[in-house]
């Protein structure tokens, strides 16, 4: 490609709404273009990367058995409405109606188009298992667009759907996807880590996030310092603690104090002269409509999926000031356990301890030396806080460490949540209707590319990985006007083309300092200067753009050393193993 023929805006100023250095230099380098919030337009330069990571997608699919299919974006209410969907998916869901006042919206995910797809053509065990993919347009009304293709309202997203005939069978799918990602973010040049996530929405019995370590990214990590667990810290837990054992010889005799004003754990602890451990939060949720209360030490937070998951809710939501009011007699603040009108939950941070802190259930008073047994009941003791880094490691008790990354692909082994709901079923071998077991695979496309940069730049620009850089080779022929140096340009050109090499010959009339500054911005991974110094002396430059390593070698071999190294970077990273 000539640059003076592409279609490559390149921008010196920042951009003003760009908080992300990926975002930055996505509008920089000429690669997107924002239409609107969250929607963005991808330019030539941007879409050779994508094309890249899909290209890499698809034959990682299709290598461990998935077969591609392209499903509608526009998908109809009643699908959602018979996996229950349409009443939880809340306002991400994009609804609309056609002319003939028929409900549908426009598919962020695609787990029932899919599943109405195989019910209908999957009829015995013979048929299964059976992964099908696609690559297509998603469509999410983010609450908050940002980070450009980051968090966008409309994105590309691979997505895979496995059916099986049995746990065994949906287990052996999962683990395929995953060493598939694996090779995926591998042969992309992340560095990245699989960590155990929440279900979420779309909900299930396990799931992994695959996160590229970077320090903007959205999502906190938890992981240990010396085995292999790692997890969202939605999902990361805290070790079970020993059995209840408490001594009722240590009770103390319960106090009820005239606390006036006195609300948050900060101003309870001041008032009584105690720590934040000898107080016990007691927050009010509302879970699918019903009230519940959690007890909490007051130095831990609750972890609300935690919550919703051990409740196997489907929504989980702080508690209005009404709800409260009608669960304690009181207003915010004065919550506790005694007396109250809501099932009680306790966070094992509470387990054995005595003579605690809470709330009176009565405005502007506390009681002191509350305990279990004697003056309030819990339903359950369970895992419902937030980890924090001075938690040891559920697996092998070793401290974890803390760390933040960018969710780019997501498997979930979703058991029969679809297929029971929309009555996937087949014939098994011993002739009985089964459901379908289903596992589903997501990738995000742009989010994958930007999630690159993010890891691989410096102050001048990206640092593409050879495996999805828009080009491999830049040729900067220094001075076009010069017809010795112009011809050098074009044979160079051609001969690396021929040797299936993606070349980007910058021919344009600018200034040498220009040309290197767009060079170094577009991140291309091997410069190759043609300067008259050098060129009087038969040589080339070569500039490897991530290590800003210099060689200078003869023209004659320039064709064979600059394919040799392309060739070799891209073996590396498609080596399995790397
Ligand atoms: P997040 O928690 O970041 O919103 P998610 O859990 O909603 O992600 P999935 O439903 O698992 O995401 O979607 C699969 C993949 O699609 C994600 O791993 C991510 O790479 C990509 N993705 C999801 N939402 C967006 C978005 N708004 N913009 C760009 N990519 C996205
Ligand atoms: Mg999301």
Redesign the pocket.
């Known amino acids: 490609m000539r640059y003076s023929e592409m279609f490559l805006p390149t921008v010196r100023e920042v951009p003003s709404d760009a908080e992300v250095i990926s975002h930055q230099l996505m509008i920089r380098a000429g690669m997107i273009r924002k239409l609107t919030t969250?929607i963005y337009s991808v330019l030539p330069l941007g879409y050779r990367t994508v094309k890249k990571v899909e290209q890499i997608i698809r034959e990682e699919m299709d290598g461990a058995g998935a077969q591609e299919v392209y499903l509608p974006a526009v998908q109809p209410a009643e699908l959602w409405e018979e996996s229950g969907r349409w009443k939880f998916y809340g306002k991400e869901l994009l609804r609309f109606k056609d002319r003939h006042n028929r409900e549908c919206c426009i598919g962020?995910?695609h787990e029932e188009v899919i599943t109405d797809l195989v019910r209908n053509e999957v009829k015995t065990y013979r048929q299964l298992p059976r992964n099908l993919y696609q690559i297509q347009t998603?469509f999410?009304d983010?609450v908050r667009?940002r980070f450009g293709?980051?968090?966008?309202?409309e994105?590309d997203?691979k997505?895979a759907y496995s059916f099986d005939a049995d746990e065994k069978g949906a287990d052996l799918s999962y683990e395929k996807m995953f060493k598939a990602y694996t090779r995926i973010f591998s042969r992309v040049g992340l560095n990245f880590r699989p960590v155990e996530a929440d279900s979420?929405?779309?909900g299930g019995a396990y799931s992994h996030?695959?996160m590229v370590l970077a320090d903007t990214g959205?999502?906190a990590l938890a992981f240990c310092s010396a085995c292999e667990y790692a997890a969202n810290l939605e999902k990361a837990e805290i070790a079970k603690p020993a059995a209840l054992q408490i001594d009722p010889s240590q009770f103390k005799a319960l106090e009820t104090i005239h606390t006036p004003n006195v609300r948050t754990i900060e101003e309870v602890s001041a008032f009584l002269g105690v720590t934040p451990q000898d107080i016990v939060k007691t927050l009010i949720f509302v879970a699918d409509g019903k009230a519940v209360a959690v007890l909490i030490r007051g130095d831990e937070e609750v972890n609300e999926a935690k919550l919703r998951n051990f409740l196997g809710a489907d929504a989980v939501e702080l508690a209005t000031d009404d709800i409260v009011l009608a669960a304690t007699n009181s207003p915010k603040g004065f919550a506790g356990a005694i007396g109250i009108k809501a099932d009680v939950y306790a966070d094992y941070s509470l387990m054995n301890r005595v003579n605690v802190v809470m709330g009176a259930n009565r405005e502007d008073y506390h009681v002191k030396n509350a305990n279990l047994g004697r003056d309030y009941g819990v339903k359950a003791f369970a895992d419902l806080r937030i980890v924090k880094e001075s938690d040891s490691c559920p697996r092998c008790g070793k401290p974890v460490r803390f760390a933040r990354g960018i969710?780019?692909?997501?498997v979930?082994k979703l058991g029969t949540k679809y297929s029971k709901a929309m009555k996937a079923t087949f014939l098994d071998r011993d002739g009985k209707e089964k459901f379908m077991i289903m596992g589903c695979y997501?990738?995000?496309v742009?989010?994958?590319v930007a999630a690159a940069i993010e890891q691989q730049h410096d102050a001048q620009g990206i640092l593409w990985p050879m495996s999805i850089a828009p080009f491999h080779v830049i040729i900067i022929p220094v001075n076009v006007k010069d017809e010795n140096i112009a011809k050098a340009g074009e044979e160079l050109y051609r001969e690396l083309e021929e040797a299936g090499l993606e070349v980007l010959l910058d021919d344009r009339d600018e200034r040498a300092g220009v040309k290197f500054n767009d060079a170094d911005l577009i991140g291309i991974p091997v410069r190759v200067t043609i300067g008259p110094k050098s060129l009087a002396a038969g040589n080339l430059e070569i500039r490897m753009r991530k290590t800003g390593e210099m060689k200078t070698i003869p023209v004659k071999e320039a064709r064979a050393f600059i394919k040799d190294l392309v060739k070799g970077e891209l073996k590396s990273l498609n080596d399995p193993n790397h």
């Open positions: 969250g962020p995910t998603k999410r983010e667009p293709v980051m968090r966008c309202r994105f997203m997505d979420g929405n779309i996030e695959f959205e999502d969710e780019v692909g997501h979930f997501g990738i995000g742009g989010r994958t």
